[in-house]
């Protein structure tokens, strides 16, 4: 694909060939997007979703999936949210979409996006959530994953830059590896954003953790604030207080 809209990074060193099929579907998908970017008119908040599609995501990849729909769900009378979605799989591909109000796009796309072996690329992650909140501001940024295999350091000088832009980092991790929960809550800590578990038994907690996220996007802390759920005092006592 060579559309200017939707980014792709790629290693030098690797190559990968999308079926017909699946490029068929992402070129459908994009065209949907431009139309609801060409009629959205202007919103009050962009958000990116980006997520880990490597092998071991698979198995809770359309919990995932139905965690995204409900967190756009949530926010359908508090104001109008643009969404990206980001995701990286494979040897070294890492795609993002158009800012879209048309969220039912976003939820096709995810439906088609088929998980295969590679290894972590959340440095591409924070360096395009640091590109893109240069163009527009970008009013924060989830992402959800379960491994990190690249240095902390350099993710921590990325996160550093992203804090001082202004965009939270909200990290849901699936599973226990300690490697990756050292790596996202400090990304979260240096965003000031928040870090949280992610598995099947938190799906309900987290779907309205996610709304909670939306309604930040659309309003910022005032609006989590006049809002009140317990899942909105929850995650301002996070983003306050730090992840725990």
Same mark, same amino acid.
């Given at each position: 694909?060579?559309?200017?809209?939707?980014?792709?990074?790629?290693?030098?060193? @690797?190559?990968?060939?999308?079926?017909?099929?699946?490029?068929?579907?992402?070129?459908?998908?994009?065209?949907?997007? !431009?139309?609801?970017?060409?009629?959205? /008119? =202007? =919103?009050? $908040?962009?958000?990116?979703?980006?997520?880990?599609?490597?092998?071991?995501?698979?198995?809770?990849?359309?919990? %995932?999936?139905?965690?995204?729909?409900?967190?756009?769900? @949530?926010?359908?009378?508090?104001?109008?949210?643009?969404?990206?979605? *980001?995701?990286?799989? $494979? #040897?070294? +591909?890492?795609?993002?979409?158009?800012?879209?109000?048309?969220?039912?796009? #976003?939820?096709?796309?995810?439906?088609?996006?088929?998980? !295969?072996?590679?290894?972590?690329?959340?440095?591409? *992650? #924070?360096?395009?959530? *640091?590109?893109?909140?240069?163009?527009?501001? *970008?009013? %924060?940024?989830?992402?959800? /994953?379960? &491994?990190?295999? +690249?240095?902390?350091?350099?993710?921590?000088?990325?996160?550093?830059?992203? =804090?001082?832009?202004?965009?939270?980092?909200?990290?849901?991790?699936?599973?226990?590896?300690?490697?990756?929960?050292?790596?996202?809550?400090?990304? &979260?800590?240096?965003?000031? /954003? @928040?870090?949280?578990?992610?598995?099947?038994?938190?799906?309900?907690?987290?779907?309205?953790?996610?709304?909670?996220?939306?309604?930040?996007?659309?309003?910022?802390?005032? &609006? #989590? +604030?006049?809002? =009140?759920?317990?899942?909105?005092?929850?995650?301002?006592?996070?983003?306050?207080?730090?992840?725990?």
């Amino acid at each position: 694909m060579s559309d200017p809209k939707l980014p792709t990074f790629r290693s030098d060193s @690797a190559s990968h060939v999308r079926p017909r099929s699946e490029s068929a579907e992402v070129a459908a998908f994009l065209s949907q997007a !431009r139309a609801a970017i060409s009629s959205g /008119g =202007g =919103g009050s $908040g962009r958000l990116i979703l980006s997520l880990d599609a490597t092998m071991s995501r698979q198995p809770t990849w359309d919990l %995932a999936c139905k965690l995204q729909a409900e967190m756009f769900d @949530a926010v359908g009378q508090t104001g109008r949210l643009a969404v990206q979605l *980001v995701y990286f799989r $494979g #040897l070294g +591909e890492c795609r993002a979409s158009p800012f879209v109000r048309d969220t039912s796009s #976003l939820k096709n796309l995810m439906s088609r996006i088929d998980c !295969r072996a590679g290894t972590t690329q959340i440095g591409k *992650v #924070l360096s395009h959530a *640091v590109k893109e909140t240069g163009r527009e501001k *970008v009013s %924060a940024l989830v992402y959800i /994953g379960d &491994a990190m295999e +690249e240095g902390i350091d350099q993710l921590a000088a990325k996160a550093g830059d992203l =804090g001082l832009r202004g965009v939270p980092a909200f990290i849901f991790q699936e599973g226990r590896d300690p490697a990756a929960e050292a790596a996202f809550r400090e990304i &979260a800590r240096l965003t000031r /954003g @928040a870090w949280f578990r992610f598995d099947r038994n938190s799906a309900e907690t987290l779907a309205k953790l996610l709304s909670s996220i939306a309604v930040f996007a659309t309003g910022g802390m005032k &609006a #989590l +604030e006049a809002r =009140g759920r317990p899942e909105d005092k929850l995650m301002i006592e996070h983003m306050r207080g730090g992840s725990r």
